[in-house]
């Protein structure tokens, strides 16, 4: 049995392996991910996540769900139990920056000794508290600085980076769906006031 091949701890063999398969039948590269949220009080609200499809089956590995905790700090009204959402954007952009330029550099040989990143990014509450219609709701621009301790130069340890489905997905438009189901309240004495439009 042959030695298998390690990349910058990842497998390259099975890496290639996998490539190969996808290649083959392209129909084995459709996936889908997903997360269940639900509301807790105020700013504060958890998401779980568990299963999702690849490679042509439902993937049952993770015995039990992920759970994440989102809140707002204390200047938006939250009480920091958690980041907040837009923090939690900036997280998988970083994450999925990382993923992709080691998985990338290792499928090429390239050798990855320390990687590190800061990522920032610019709101103007303006627009999601509804004040300026001109005013863009997310972020207005998004900086991520990388130090990488490597033998490929900057040039190409960025062009894997940007391999990234999720810098993709922010950068590129996508159609995102949003549908609301109306529940009946528990109690009857409950009754929605509609607050003023464009306000919080």
Not at 28 to 38: A, E, I, P, Q, T
Not at 124 to 136: N, W
Not at 165 to 182: A, C, R
Request: glycine content about 8%; overall charge negative.
């Amino acid at each position: 049995m042959s030695e298998q091949k390690f990349v910058n701890k990842i497998n390259v063999d099975e890496l290639m392996e996998t490539i190969g398969r996808v290649r083959q039948n392209p129909e084995l590269g459709r996936s889908c991910f997903r997360v269940k949220n639900r509301w807790l009080e105020g700013g504060h609200n958890e998401t779980s996540i568990q299963g999702f499809y690849i490679a042509g089956q439902e993937d049952d590995s993770r015995d039990e769900p992920f759970v994440l905790e989102a809140d707002e700090p204390p200047v938006l009204l939250g009480e920091n139990r958690g980041p907040n959402p837009v923090e939690y954007l900036l997280t998988a952009l970083a994450g999925c920056l990382t993923s992709s330029m080691v998985y990338h550099a290792a499928a090429h040989g390239i050798h990855i000794e320390e990687l590190e990143s800061e990522v920032e990014g610019e709101i103007d509450l303006r627009g999601f508290l509804g004040i300026e219609k001109e005013v863009k709701k997310g972020y207005q621009n998004i900086h991520v600085n990388f130090k990488v301790r490597s033998d490929a130069s900057p040039e190409k340890l960025r062009e894997l980076a940007l391999f990234s489905p999720v810098f993709d997905t922010i950068t590129s438009p996508v159609p995102v769906m949003v549908h609301v189901e109306k529940k009946e309240p528990v109690s009857k004495n409950w009754e929605s006031k509609p607050a003023e439009a464009g306000v919080l």
